[in-house]
């Protein structure tokens, strides 16, 4: 079990969408997650919060229930977010035609975002990136910026297994 703190990618938390997983069964997953949650260590961009809208679904009413873990944008954020869209050919992360938000590159900079000491994240506590994409070669995907920009990428069963979690 570690303290870091997870940003997830909506990637993650549709591959354990209720209709797979459902509250039911997989109880104490659920319930991890949730105290994630509630503990800050769980986080992600509200832009994932609105990609999951889209879909309206079982995990975007889940997502609502936990509407505490997405962040707002902020103007640190948004720096970031310029960084890495400028540097090498990181803007491909981010689809020109796509309608929305585009959230990858904001997970990203929440990442990397030093947080304030009002909230309730530390400065000393590691972020990774919980996402599905994986590294393809020069491929420009989540994993493949956070590499560049020393952030550690893992996805939603990594999770898991570095909480310990069983059932």
């Known amino acids: 079990m570690t303290n870091g703190i997870y940003v997830i990618d909506a990637s993650s938390l549709i591959r354990i969408r209720p209709e797979d997983y459902p509250h039911d ?92 000491q009002q909230t309730l994240i530390s400065f000393d506590k590691e972020k990774t990136v919980v996402t599905e994409e994986e590294l393809r070669g020069n491929k420009i995907t989540i994993p493949f910026v956070c590499r560049h920009f020393g952030i550690k990428c893992i996805n939603i069963f990594d999770l898991f297994r570095r909480e310990g979690w069983r059932w």
């Open 25 to 116: 069964i997989f109880v104490t997953m659920w319930s991890n997650m949730e105290n994630l949650v509630k503990e800050g260590r769980l986080i992600s961009s509200i832009l994932v919060f609105d990609e999951l809208m889209r879909k309206n679904d079982e995990i975007y009413r889940w997502a609502k229930e936990n509407k505490s873990m997405f962040r707002e944008i902020t103007p640190q954020q948004a720096k970031w977010v310029k960084q890495i869209l400028s540097t090498n050919n990181f803007s491909a992360l981010v689809d020109a035609k796509a309608q929305g938000g585009q959230a990858d590159p904001f997970i990203i900079a929440v990442a990397l975002e030093k947080e304030s």
